[in-house]
């Protein structure tokens, strides 16, 4: 089985000031991970994921993250956030034997302060 | 990518009536479909699976007599709230799976469904 953590359910930061939302995952076998991000009333936007390869990985609106096998984390970075990224963000896991099985984590709200 | 709609995009209805949502693949043929549940500031709920020309395969818990799909087409999906209750107002998503190598699942932009 495969679980997802985030463990800030809130983050606010200062417009402009970089940002790390974080996420750690669990599971016996490999998978894929992605973040997803919701803006109010809307379904989620794709913003990366990480299949193979580089374990960076840059994604649309200037955010990237960071693939770590060891620590099994995948946590999210911008180096410098705009009001139009409050949103909420979710990291997500498939399994490879199960891509079609997506497992979110529980989101954490960005909220940006001018 | 993929492009998903959904219609309606909210809906407010009273209780006992029933209530359908589409969704739909614009731009590609969608062969599996997924829908979720989300409830205020928490994540999405996977309900069930929806497969073209079969049965859809519902996760533990949710009654699929109580929630109707139909993947009649490779393009559309739909949910269908039967007898909806206030209980049942949520934000409703669905998604579609490309197996393009990219694995990946393509969310529309939901439905809020407030029964009255």
């Known amino acids: 089985a495969q679980s997802v953590t985030q463990l800030d359910s809130q983050v606010p930061v200062f417009e402009e000031a970089p940002v790390e939302l974080r996420c750690n995952y669990s599971?016996?076998?490999?998978?894929?991970l992605f973040w997803y991000v919701q803006y109010p009333n809307q379904g989620l936007q794709l913003l990366l994921k990480?299949?193979?390869?580089?374990?960076l990985v840059k994604g649309i609106n200037g955010f990237e993250a960071e693939f770590n096998k060891s620590q099994t984390s995948f946590h999210l970075r911008k180096p410098s956030v705009h009001i139009s990224d409050t949103a909420e963000y979710f990291c997500?896991?498939?399994?490879?034997?199960?891509?079609?099985?997506?497992?979110f984590g529980s989101g954490t709200r960005l909220s940006i302060r001018p | 990518g993929a492009v998903v709609s959904q219609h309606p995009s909210w809906v407010i209805c009273k209780s006992g009536t029933s209530v359908k949502i589409e969704c739909r693949s614009l731009?590609?043929?969608?062969?599996?479909m997924f829908w979720y549940r989300q409830f205020p500031k928490q994540s999405l709920m996977l309900m069930a699976t929806?497969?073209?020309?079969?049965?859809?395969?519902?996760e533990q818990g949710v009654e699929k007599d109580k929630f109707l799909i139909n993947h009649a087409s490779l393009t559309l999906s739909t949910l269908t709230v039967t007898s909806a209750h206030p209980e049942d107002s949520s934000f409703y998503i669905c998604?579609?799976?490309?197996?393009?190598?990219?694995?990946?699942?393509?969310f529309g932009p939901g439905t809020r469904l407030t029964v009255l």
């Open positions: 997500a896991v498939t399994p490879y034997s199960s891509a079609s099985k997506i497992i």
């Open positions: 929806s497969n073209e020309g079969s049965k859809a395969t519902y």
């Open positions: 599971s016996s076998v490999s998978v894929y």
């Open positions: 998604s579609v799976y490309r197996d393009s190598g990219a694995d990946t699942q393509y």
């Open positions: 731009d590609f043929q969608a062969t599996t």
């Open positions: 990480y299949l193979s390869g580089s374990t």
